[in-house]
């Protein structure tokens, strides 16, 4: 079976990466592993990743922290693994830029899955980064990069240039959650702190704009507790 992309597993429990080998080989992925963030981290400055299976509870650097590291360099799909299933957890990792969240046990069926369509969306997610001087449509809302103008339903919307930026950057990543912190991060090019309001202010005003009824948004969606997405 030809590969179809490399895995990183990054875990310290030896029977969590042999059962994951079994199934992850028989699908063609090429796998890499560690059993910490440290040695995580060096692998991927070494190889290309397609996704990142990443263990919460880790000595030397635990997940979340090696998230937070891989985060400064990389958007390679992050999948978390943890024995904790309290929702804040899961909230906790995927603010800080985990793209999933699997709770252990897990089947192993179930999270080949998850890792297929992390992939289809870093792909995509990949070709359009590539053409970025083009133009992205989502349904009738149309984004052009390159004259920066946007148009909902064939009526050009006058956005400021930080409103147009977080629509770019949501639309690059449609259909992904950005967190509020990354998005202040990347938009604003300085680090988050307590800036949540300020994001939230700049979301409602470009929900008003391309937003039919901006109570019962139709593309930008808030993930609770999380942050935002563009759905298409």
Same mark, same amino acid.
């Given at each position: 079976?030809?590969?179809?992309?490399?895995?990183?597993?990054? !875990?310290?429990?030896? =029977?969590?990466?042999?059962?994951?080998?079994?199934?992850?080989?028989?699908?063609?992925?090429?796998?890499?592993?560690?059993?910490?963030?440290?040695?995580?981290?060096?692998?991927?400055?070494?190889?290309?990743? !397609?996704?990142?299976?990443?263990?919460?509870? #880790?000595?030397?650097?635990?997940?979340?922290?090696?998230?937070?590291?891989? %985060?400064?360099?990389?958007?390679?799909?992050?999948?978390?693994?943890?024995?904790?299933?309290? =929702?804040?957890?899961?909230?906790?990792?995927?603010?800080?830029?985990?793209?999933? @969240?699997?709770?252990?046990?897990?089947?192993?069926?179930?999270?080949?899955? %998850?890792?297929?369509?992390?992939? &289809?969306?870093?792909? &995509? @997610?990949?070709? !359009?980064?590539?053409?970025? !001087?083009?133009?992205?449509?989502?349904?009738?809302?149309?984004?052009?990069?390159?004259?920066?103008?946007?148009?909902?339903?064939?009526?050009?919307?006058?956005?400021?240039?930080?409103?147009?930026?977080?629509?770019?950057?949501?639309?690059?990543?449609?259909?992904?959650? #950005?967190?509020?912190?990354?998005?202040?991060?990347?938009?604003?090019?300085?680090?988050?702190?307590?800036?949540?309001?300020?994001?939230?202010?700049?979301?409602?005003?470009?929900?008003?704009?391309?937003? &039919?009824?901006?109570? &019962?948004?139709?593309?930008?969606?808030?993930?609770?507790?999380?942050?935002?997405?563009?759905?298409?």
């Amino acid at each position: 079976m030809a590969p179809t992309g490399t895995i990183l597993i990054v !875990d310290d429990e030896q =029977d969590i990466i042999t059962l994951m080998q079994i199934y992850l080989l028989n699908e063609g992925y090429r796998l890499l592993t560690a059993s910490n963030g440290l040695e995580a981290i060096e692998l991927l400055s070494l190889h290309p990743v !397609d996704v990142v299976i990443l263990d919460v509870m #880790m000595p030397h650097l635990d997940g979340i922290e090696t998230c937070i590291q891989i %985060r400064k360099n990389s958007d390679v799909p992050v999948i978390m693994l943890s024995a904790k299933s309290q =929702d804040i957890d899961k909230i906790r990792g995927l603010s800080i830029g985990a793209d999933d @969240y699997v709770t252990k046990p897990f089947n192993p069926l179930e999270l080949v899955a %998850r890792i297929k369509s992390q992939i &289809r969306r870093y792909n &995509r @997610y990949r070709n !359009d980064r590539s053409r970025d !001087d083009g133009q992205f449509e989502i349904d009738d809302l149309v984004v052009n990069v390159s004259t920066h103008k946007v148009s909902v339903d064939g009526q050009e919307v006058k956005l400021t240039p930080r409103e147009f930026a977080i629509l770019h950057m949501l639309a690059v990543n449609r259909d992904l959650v #950005m967190s509020i912190e990354r998005i202040y991060e990347e938009v604003w090019q300085e680090p988050y702190v307590d800036s949540k309001n300020t994001v939230m202010v700049h979301i409602r005003k470009l929900r008003e704009k391309i937003e &039919r009824d901006p109570q &019962r948004p139709r593309y930008i969606k808030t993930i609770w507790g999380i942050g935002y997405k563009l759905e298409s």
